[in-house]
């Protein structure tokens, strides 16, 4: 369970959104229009909701981005800062609109997005001079693909340069080059994810084991595939290994539970625990996170962690 020794230094290089949500019993097909039951702005963006969810587990968090200079960028900020999210290196672009995802969530609660990257794909202003004694002070970096590549790789060497070990959530994978896995020690797909990278269908656990054994061979030392209700496999080149399930909760909807999962995973190894209790930490929160609507919002805390792991539900 998530019980920290230390408070751990970490930072988020990653995508700030405002989501927009729509909840409907099923999704339009091409040329259909249907009605749908409700609709709701919240704060999101894979970086912004990694960086919320590390705050809330106790650790120290810096989150790189940019915003743009429009009605979502103030409030987007606001959000962070309120929630102890260091946001002195999110830099502000005057031309651009801050990025955009449009979710839905059909009956079952899973979703589709439509991601806008808007103010995320310009990060030639951001001031890497005080970026990188951030990353300098820092036990590990989180990144993700919603961002310009070339900074995520800038980001990933410097985190080499200090010794500080890089984590690469790659969604959305199509965004993810070669260079960028080389760059990572550990990755962290879904089951699409995994299976875009490494061609493997990922739809049990079997199949997660092997995606996660492919790729190892991508150049990062550590591969773990969430499979949804399923769990989590991992595996390290040193030769752990396991699978993980999932908890029991009541889901409300899937959105950002990759985003909880990673800030999680990313603090219990911080803080030195095992492979195995940080995978175990890190689907706990995942889990958590599917029992509250929204993406920033439906973090959870330590506590929370701690609560479920203790009760030892799992699917």
Do not use: W
Not at 5 to 22: E, F, R
Not at 101 to 122: K, Q, T, Y
């Amino acid at each position: 369970m998530i019980s920290l020794k230390n408070t751990p230094s970490l930072v988020v290089h990653g995508g700030i959104n405002m989501d927009v949500i729509g909840i409907t019993q099923t999704i339009p097909e091409s040329g259909q229009t249907v009605v749908g039951q409700e609709s709701f702005f919240s704060a999101g963006g894979k970086g912004a909701n990694q960086s919320v969810a590390i705050a809330r587990l106790g650790a120290k968090v810096s989150l790189i981005g940019v915003v743009g200079k429009d009605y979502f960028g103030p409030i987007l900020l606001e959000g962070l800062q309120k929630e102890g999210v260091d946001i002195s290196a999110i830099s502000t672009d005057q031309n651009i609109n801050s990025g955009l995802a449009i979710i839905l969530l059909d009956s079952e609660r899973e979703n589709r997005i439509l991601v806008i990257p808007g103010a995320n794909l310009n990060q030639s202003n951001l001031e890497f001079g005080s970026i990188e004694s951030k990353i300098s002070k820092s036990s590990y970096v989180l990144l993700q693909g919603e961002i310009d590549q070339n900074a995520s790789i800038k980001t990933a060497e410097t985190a080499r340069k200090h010794a500080v070990k890089v984590v690469l959530d790659p969604a959305p994978a199509e965004n993810i080059s070669k260079e960028l896995l080389n760059s990572s020690d550990i990755i962290t797909p879904n089951q699409a994810e995994a299976s875009s990278i490494t061609g493997i269908g990922v739809i049990d656990v079997q199949s997660a084991k092997e995606a996660c054994e492919a790729l190892l061979g991508f150049g990062p030392s550590v591969a773990i595939t969430t499979i949804g209700d399923m769990g989590a496999y991992y595996i390290s080149s040193s030769g752990e290994q396991g699978h993980i399930n999932a908890f029991k909760t009541d889901v409300v909807d899937s959105v950002a539970a990759g985003d909880a999962f990673n800030g999680s995973l990313t603090v219990s190894l911080a803080n030195g625990t095992t492979l195995q209790q940080a995978v175990h930490n890190a689907v706990a929160a995942g889990s958590l996170a599917t029992t509250v609507k929204g993406a920033q919002r439906s973090m959870p805390t330590a506590d929370q962690v701690k609560n479920l792991i203790a009760k030892g539900k799992h699917s």
